[in-house]
């Protein structure tokens, strides 16, 4: 197919303000653009630094980074869109691309590329070129293409694309002051482009030539006439949908467009020959075949086997009889290693939290406050919060940063790949194993992390089942008691131990994961599991400065200030159960009574019941619940050592039989406040929240009741 240039610009309306979250008039707002794994949330990053948030798409719920930086005295918003491989709109990141390229009239598009896959990547960017000429191709990774003997000619490449390249390695810095130059130039109109623009077969020329004129009395201006022609072709009336959406599209202009469609499909196809029936895969052809004509020319290669190192280590990692204990023994070296390096610092936070509270103490009697409102100001509030910080800042910051290490060396789409084959038997996604892996931080991170999950059933599978695996804040009541009762006699091997008790525990939550998604697939959430393509990145060194910065600002605070924030409530609801009497008992002490029956069947007490139950805004404060309703303090309590905390449970009735089903019914019950609020924005439904509710504590009633049952008529006690 012959290739032509287009010189024509795209003549958007300018809307400012509200359709860009409030980013100031004087300001360029730039769309970053880019496959999965070619570094482009590490330009993002790069270019922003900081002063970066997050917020939602108008009209989704997908949540977006959106930064700003400044170059030669002005200011730029910068846009990161989901990475995606097409703008064909099949799932929800490409739609959400395509629609704030095409009507969130970007002042520029970047779109980031890998050095060293460019071919693959050129096929997202002639996409691009075809909705706007406004437009920078960033070259990423250079730095990895030259070390694998791989030559990028930008010149070339430049001259067949007709807009400016820039070859960058951001994890550096190289060549971001040049991609903010050219970037000035195409924003600010400095710089003429001519993009290329793509030649189908001659009847989809054809078609698009019939069709051009009455996409422009209809679009008027507001949209690249070809390309608006080309997408009514492919996806017929339901593009006109976002169209209709995001630039008001009068009905009898629709309908004159679906009447034309009809028309200009006649014509080049007659009946019955009708619309051919593989129409897009003959237009995605056509993108790939000029992609590798270009890449060709483009990209030379010294040494063909550049990527053999990287295929060695994936036989390794993702063989069939190594992959799952390679991952296995990964995730118990991340616990073993957030156990033992979370247990001082946790301490001295703790220690910390109440010398605060003891000088607030004083200010509150010096500035007169009564009793009852200093009880819920410092015993309930403010020692909530700070089990909260003490119990989940220090595993946070181990573990987060651990797994973004993880992440960064490009390993985590491994873990995918070698459970793809085990969720599509029980009908789920194969990446609910990654959403299952943030959970393991933060279960309503994982809730989020389900966006990437295209198809909705399986998305709610994925939603449903995260909190079968345990986050930070359960992994304190799992590794305490698996160190008091189930390695209490492994003396200098206690610390290996409790990490194979509590991997243990996690591998069953990855049991009881598999079984209720298979369970939801046959049942209320019937259906077969959808295909997807997974992407290998190759493996890089992870920088991990950057890696630190990024998981304590993107993951452990945003995390720790949820929870805290739910905490805070909570906390003056315990103190008030607590000390609040009718009759002779508290009302904690009569809930608990009320409890004790049916926890006993559980192998439980009504205190440990009514812990869970009050521990609902946040998992950290069940052990403390406990302390002090066995204590009958009032208030929550800390024991010095794990020691005494073990002669208080023994105290009061406790034994190995307690100690795993809390530890079963941590695994298996309903989730935290801050995660079933997160279950309720992203699924829009109460309904859905209710079942994610009910779900996992049927499933920890019922374990519960069968172990605790079995162990007492078998006479193991």
């Known amino acids: 197919m012959g290739l032509t240039k287009q010189s024509t610009w795209l003549s958007a309306s300018r809307e ?19 496959n999965p794994n070619t570094g482009k949330s590490t330009v993002f990053n790069s270019l922003t630094g900081l002063n970066q948030h997050t917020g939602n798409w108008p009209g989704k719920t997908v949540t977006r980074a959106q930064g700003r930086y400044r170059h030669r ?55 691009v ?13 250079i730095d990895e293409a030259r070390r694998k ?15 400016p390249i820039v070859g960058t390695n951001a994890r550096n810095g190289q060549g971001l002051h040049a991609l903010k130059e050219a970037v000035r130039q195409v924003a600010g109109g400095t710089l003429r482009t001519a993009p290329l623009q793509i030649r189908y077969s001659e009847r989809i020329e054809r078609a698009i030539s019939l069709l051009e004129p009455y996409v422009e009395k209809a679009a008027r201006g507001r949209l690249n006439n070809r390309w608006f022609a080309l997408r009514l072709l492919d996806s017929g009336p339901a593009f006109l949908d976002s169209v209709q959406q995001h630039l008001a599209l009068e009905p009898e202009k629709r309908n004159e467009l679906c009447k034309q469609l009809l028309i200009s499909m006649d014509r080049v196809w007659p009946r019955p020959e009708g619309r051919p029936e593989n129409l897009v895969d003959e237009i995605v052809a056509a993108i790939v075949s000029t992609a590798e004509r270009i890449g060709e020319d483009a990209v030379t290669f010294e040494n063909e086997r550049y990527n053999r ?23 118990g070296a991340v616990f073993w290693i957030t156990i033992t390096g979370a247990n001082y610092p946790s301490q001295a936070l703790a220690s910390g939290v109440y010398w605060i509270e003891g000088r ?11 009793d009852w409102l200093r009880g819920i100001l410092l015993s309930g509030v403010f020692r909530t919060m700070g089990w909260v910080v003490s119990v989940m800042l220090p595993p946070m910051a181990i573990f987060f940063p651990l797994f973004t290490l993880l992440e960064d060396l490009g390993y985590l789409p491994r873990i995918a790949f ?31 992390a389900c966006r990437i999950i295209d198809s909705p059933r399986e998305r709610l599978i994925a939603v449903i089942t995260n909190n079968f695996v345990p986050c930070n804040g359960r992994f304190p009541i799992l590794i305490s008691l698996a160190v008091i009762f189930l390695a209490g006699a492994a003396g200098a091997f206690q610390s290996l131990a409790a990490s194979g008790a509590v991997l243990g525990t996690v591998i069953s939550g990855v049991f009881m994961t598999l079984a209720v998604s298979k369970l939801l697939s046959r049942t209320i959430l019937k259906g077969l599991p959808s295909s997807f393509t997974l992407e290998l990145p190759p493996y890089r060194k992870p920088q991990v400065g950057r890696v630190l910065v990024r998981s304590l600002f993107d993951r452990t605070l945003f995390v720790l200030g949820r929870a805290v924030l739910v905490a805070a409530p909570a906390g003056a609801v315990i103190w008030l159960a607590a000390n609040t009497h009718v009759g002779e008992m508290s009302l904690l002490d009569h809930c608990a009574s009320f409890l004790q029956p049916f926890g006993y069947l559980l192998g439980l007490d009504g205190y440990i019941l009514a812990a869970f139950l009050l521990g609902l805004p946040a998992n950290e404060i069940v052990i403390p619940i406990v302390i002090m309703s066995y204590m009958a303090t009032g208030s929550l309590h800390e024991l010095a050592t794990l020691e005494d905390l073990r002669l208080l449970l023994v105290h009061n009735g406790w034994n190995w039989l307690t100690a795993v089903c809390t530890m079963l019914f941590a695994m298996n019950h309903f989730p935290c406040g801050t995660t079933l609020l997160t279950i309720r924005k992203e699924t829009g439904s109460l309904k ?30």
């Open 16 to 34: 400012n303000s509200a359709a860009r979250d409030g980013a100031a008039v004087s300001e360029m707002v730039i769309a970053l653009a880019g």
């Open 149 to 163: 003997k791989i030559r990028v000619h930008l010149e070339k490449l430049s001259g067949a694309l007709g807009v």
């Open 418 to 448: 070698n459970l793809d084959h085990i969720f599509k038997k029980v009908c789920a996604h194969g990446k609910q194993a990654l959403t299952m892996c943030m959970g393991f931080g933060c279960n309503a991170a994982g809730v989020i």
């Open 360 to 370: 607030l103490s004083t200010l509150c009697i010096t500035a007169g406050l009564p």
């Open 309 to 331: 190192l990287d295929q060695r280590i994936d036989d390794i990692l993702t063989s069939r009889i190594l992959g799952i204990p390679i991952m296995v023994a990964l995730l």
């Open 73 to 127: 005295e002005a200011g730029y918003t910068l846009v990161d869109l989901p990475g995606t491989y097409s703008l064909l709109a099949k799932s929800a990141e490409e739609e959400v691309a395509r629609d704030f390229i095409c009507f969130g009239n970007p002042d520029a598009v970047v779109v980031v590329t890998d050095a060293t896959c460019l071919e693959r990547n050129l096929n997202l960017a002639l996409q």
């Open 129 to 141: 070129l075809e909705i706007t000429a406004r437009v920078v191709v960033c070259v990423n990774l």
């Open 688 to 717: 859905w929240t209710l079942v994610s509710f009910l779900v996992p504590t049927a499933a920890g009633v019922l374990i519960c009741f069968c172990v605790a049952q079995a162990v007492r008529l078998l006479g193991l006690l």
